[in-house]
């Protein structure tokens, strides 16, 4: 049978008159779940066992100041475009915990216990899904920063402010580590996120880590198999990652983009949270045009979980393939 429009509207009418859905819901035997499973995701890159875990995701409501070089209402179209909300903007969080080499490292750590509290659960929740996932964190041996901003560092902390991986070595990229650290700089910080951002810093890494740090290069392995690469722009160290082993190879992208939807569908667009916004969007550009070029598949911290996709050119921005979930490992 030829499934057309006009069997569809038909369809509506049918429903109309003899409604589907009785308007009083059945009561159903079983009780209603009101939570989804434990979100992980495990893949395979060579010999490296990768589990995306979770952290959660935030919503806030979309303001005019988020994007700072396009009005509100062509944010809310491109949002629309991609069938989400018009009047909402989502931050999705997906620190990674790989085991390559005879190590369990992490990579970032999401808001932690704090975050967790602040959004009533819909962050944080990085420990409770490594938990779930069967991952110890006095397991984990390295603990791998791409930049110092909340979302990324927070969950060094347990809830009683000491070391969440109390048996790793935490590893900063040390051009990050040396804005961040540099009383100078924090002197100068504009009012507002900026001096919130260097006063949560010097809380993580002063009053709880006690500067117990090893910063790291680029161009170098940070871990067996683990290969930091300069992507500055949304902070002055920022940093992503060349994982590989054997044949396999991922881009673990960090925030080179935030929500796929609208900065990689719109790469010229600046989200207030780059620092700086003319670096980030250059770095976007060339780090995109690049997984393109080599069909690198991408790991992507603020991508809907589990943050992986391949990438495509479309138009004047990109478009986000999501791999398929596949149930073998
Ligand atoms: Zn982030």
Known sequence: MELTRRHVFAGAAMVAAVPLFPSK?????????DKQAPSFYRYKVGDILVTVVSDGRNTYPLEESLITNVKKAEVS?????????????????????INTGGKLVVIDTGNGPAGKVNSKGTSGQFLDNMAAAGL????VDMVVISHFHGDHVNGLLAADGTPAFPNAEVLVPA?????????????????????????????VFDESLKRKVTPYEWG?????????????????????????SGSGKVFIQSDVTNNPNPFATHPGWHLSFDQ?????E???????????????????????FP??????KDGRGYRVIPAAWNPAI
């Not at 943050?307 to 495509?312: F, N, Q, V, Y």
């Open 25 to 33: 819901p059945a009561e159903a035997a079983a009780p209603a779940a």
């Open 77 to 97: 179209d491109a949002l629309a475009k991609a069938f989400l909300p018009r009047d909402t903007f989502t931050v999705h969080y997906a620190p990674l915990v």
């Open 136 to 139: 110890d964190p006095k397991a």
């Open 175 to 203: 051009v990050e580590w040396k804005f961040w650290m540099d009383d100078g700089e924090m002197s100068r910080a504009p009012a507002g996120r900026m001096q919130g951002l260097f006063k949560n810093n010097r809380r």
């Open 220 to 244: 170098k392995e940070v871990a067996p198999g683990l290969l930091a690469v300069d992507t500055i722009g949304h902070t002055p160290g920022h940093t992503s990652y060349v994982l590989s």
């Open 276 to 280: 700086d916004a003319d670096l980030a």
């Open 282 to 304: 250059k770095t976007r550009r060339k780090v995109y045009d690049m997984v393109v070029a080599e069909k690198l598949q991408l790991q992507a911290f603020h991508y809907p």
């Open 307 to 312: 943050g992986l996709a391949h990438l495509e």
